[in-house]
């Protein structure tokens, strides 16, 4: 019998590599110590292959894996690996996503208290410069200050259980989720950012994604208390690092706790000069248990793929390539850019989905339904979701989704829509694909329009009165902001207009502000895709 072979390639738990040594059916290959460049040259031989941060599954890597089916990415990131590659290869990625859940809680409430009582410096003044000087070292207690959690998913939820045990005012900020997950622990629940910024001490738990990058910057710590305390033990980028040294620098930000950089290592971060921070290598997940548990479950869910039983966390699409027609395949990734975008534009909690394939294109509505549920769940837990564990989610959250799929109507021979609805309200968008795969948004909330789901857009609705382009254009260049598409549908009826415009630049709030200021608006919404 041909063994399957599982090659290791970056060191994990001893306890994981007993297991695959264990199974009389798998070949094991332990290449942690191999040269990078030596690892290209045997990894050929592999079935599926686990890995950790050391390993670059880049081009090189996927051309050299002529045998790979599947990869496990030991831990929760997966930037190291070209997923759209694997894809297109057909190796099923997945990740460990929550083995380090209580090692990340723990070392959050580690960060926080050393801030608090400022223990590294103090020890380092013993321990190394053997000065005895308790008048030095006056710091802070937890209790009774107010602690803002932004992010109140497993690792955010825990520090705050954790936080009230040490009698502290705790509130998060998360508009996806529901307020009663917070309530029901006793946890004050907000949809007012700035009732964040107003705490005494702040830690983000947030996937990283384009809302999330940089969330809290120069504009957001001017708003602070003087003397706040940060905390991020969740992704690098999370707090814009430039204005955090500025907060440190100026004594604005009392302390910080990190754990996570931009760029990594952080050897030469020059956050790293200052004497008002606690720092850590990226240690989120450095327990012996997290790590034994992240090698155990790695270790199994590598198994169950080499044998074809499961593919858990699958992080891409875990079908096999002849298992759907090509053409359904632009469909399902038109209809998970509309499920990003309708998340977006339509911020909150999601209540339901409905997803509608009409012509052909409706026989795959399961899957459609799935993708869509992806993009949508993407905008709020970012790589956290996959195809695999999307059904589960939206029913843990409560989401509804249902699925039709009707004949073809109008000009179309094949669309496919969602209807979206969370508590601030509904919105509808559909999409079919031209020749050559070409995508297109032809509908948003009963307005015509031509659109390429792509980019940065703005979507404003207005009244539909003389003047309101120019106007739009003029704020838009005011702040030096590129137009490089306007597609605009009318409503004869209503009287009134929805107008795409997609732009070069980034836009501001400030902005956003300023369009929504206009007399013949009704809403402004930003988008990226």
Known sequence: MKKHVIMVCDHIHESGLQMLASQPDIEYINVADLPKDELLKVVGKADVVITRSSTEVNQAFLEAATNLKALVRAGVGVDNVDIEGCSKRGIIVMNVPTANTIAAVELTMAHMLACMRAFPYAHNDLKLDRIWKREKWYGYELKDKKLGIIGFGNIGSRVGMRAKAFEMDVITYDPYIDPAKATDLGVEYTTNFDDILACDVITIHTPKTQET??????????????????????????????????????????????????????????????????????????????????????????????????????????????????????????????????AQANRGPIKSLKVTGEGEIGEFVDSLATFAAVGALKESLGETINYVNADFVAKERGIEIRKEKTPARGAFKNRVALKLTSENGVIEISGTIFNDNVQRIVEINGFALDVEPKGRMILFKNTDVPGVIGDVGHILAKHHVNISDFRLGRDKSSGMALAVIIVDNDVSEEVLKELDDLEASVYVKYVIL
Do not use: W
Request: aromatic share 6%; with cysteine; net charge negative.
């Open 213 to 342: 990058i940089g969330m809290i910057g120069k504009e957001e710590i001017a708003k602070m208390k003087d003397g706040v305390v940060l905390i991020n033990c969740a992704r690098g980028g999370l707090y814009d690092e430039e204005a955090l040294y500025e907060g440190l620098k100026s004594g604005k930000v009392r302390f910080a706790g990190i754990d996570v950089f931009v760029k990594e290592p952080a050897t030469d971060n020059p956050l790293l000069d200052l004497d008002n921070i606690t720092v850590t290598p990226h240690l989120g997940a450095n327990t012996h248990e997290s790590q034994y548990k992240i090698a155990t479950q790695a270790a199994q869910q590598a198994l169950d793929a080499a044998r074809g039983i499961s593919y858990p966390n699958a992080l891409n699409l875990p079908i096999r390539e002849n298992e759907i027609p090509e053409y359904a395949k632009a469909y399902l990734e038109l209809i998970q850019k509309i499920g990003f975008l309708a």
